[in-house]
């Protein structure tokens, strides 16, 4: 089924972004009839992805336009949009198409007036997501339920598994093979992110050290040689608040040999891998934030919760490094005003270049919508939607080279994005595999994710790998 959504834009940003629109809009005999035009169209005859965004702004007519249709070919018109209020009378419109297209089509963006009088601005595009032929390899478990969350270059796969008794053990699968990583006491825990030399990071439950003081999540760095550094604590005066320790919650590993650790009120802390030295780089004052993100160049990613349902994303950078350029997918304040019962936008991931990934969400039309979306260094940004299609469930980053994977839920496939190229591909895999989440992306294309095995029916972790 095609779905579209509509949004309205500021009249000043409209009418910047008319000055850039990528197809004119068709001429109109009548001064009455309703004339849009089109902006912020994908550039080219060819699109490589499997769906389409259309920005249309009214650019003639008497009366206002109030809703919207898109037509493909000569095909039924797709679902009708109403538009939202319009903002000094210039409504725009930003529709989501779910095209699953190959070949040339034609589409024609229909505005209707409240006179019923209609206007149409038509363009051609071809759509063409190539298959790309990977090998797939099922992880094994210890007993019970297992998760993959990060894979390197190497092939390295790293997350927890739960034994039969459901407590969980942080593990690396290396060569396919299951190495269970030492927690304190036995304790439960899980690894989070591997580096490309191998180090790991990760978290284990809570447990008094040796002073007797309460460690929090018990964040450490399993290194590759073997042995383990803790994550603190590191205690810190703070005005205001007396003294606070870090950290409770591990964040990332980069592969400058840094790893990121952070606590309550947000004290963030970088570890040098190699001799334990920790370095402040800020204080967030949140109580609830992640920061799950760190790139070569000491640049943080990640979120604070800054109220009910409501979250926005935060930068960090040491070293001098400059701050990441985070674009809202929404362009500006319209959607925030629609946003009654909340809006969040997470940082999840950074690459070192810059760029970055997001995920915003909110309230709209009846129902909460969440848009995950690539950033460029330069601050421009791509709705991954539009990349992968509506029915988007997961997305995931490499750190380096701008590739993206995208598990789409309608049909459990798994898509790859080469955002530099702006081309997509299919991950093409046995028949049967079904795919539920993507978790880590390697710079040389490995990926790491959750699928559902044909023979068994059970969903495990799983890496993947480019069939050379």
Known sequence: MRRLRATLLLPALAAALACRAGDAPTASPEPHTPRLALLELPPGDTLYQRALVVTAIQSGGERRVTSVQLVVDAGTPAEHVDSLPAFNGS?????????????????????????????????????????????????????GDAFASDVNSRGDVVGWALTADSASHPVLWRGGTLHELPVPNGRPGRALHVDEAGDVIGEGAPYNDESGFHRGVA???????????????????????????????????????????????????????????ATPIGNLFALVLGLPSLNDAGQVLGWIVTGEDSARPVTLAADGAPPVRVVSPWRGPPFFLLCRHGCATTGTRVGDAGEGLVVESGFRHGATEQIPVFTYPDGQATELLQIFGPDIVSTMMSRRGMLVAGVDGRDSTLWLWRAAERRTTRVAVPAGWKFADVTGVAPNGLLSAQARDPVTGRVGPVLLTPAR
């Open 91 to 143: 409504p725009t419109f930003t529709l989501w198409l779910d095209t699953t297209l190959t070949g040339r089509h034609t589409f024609t963006v229909r505005g209707t007036d409240d006179t019923q009088r209609s206007g149409d601005t038509t363009f051609a595009r071809v759509f063409f997501t190539p298959d790309e032929r990977y090998t797939i390899t099922a992880l094994p478990g210890l007993g």
């Open 219 to 277: 964040p450490r760095v399993w290194r590759a040689d073997g042995s383990v550094l803790e994550l603190g604590p590191v205690r810190r005066d703070v005005a205001g608040v007396g003294s606070l320790s870090c950290c409770g919650s591990a964040g990332d590993l980069n592969d400058r040999g840094q790893a990121l650790g952070y606590d309550a009120f947000g004290l963030v802390t970088l570890f040098d891998v190699a001799t334990g030295a």
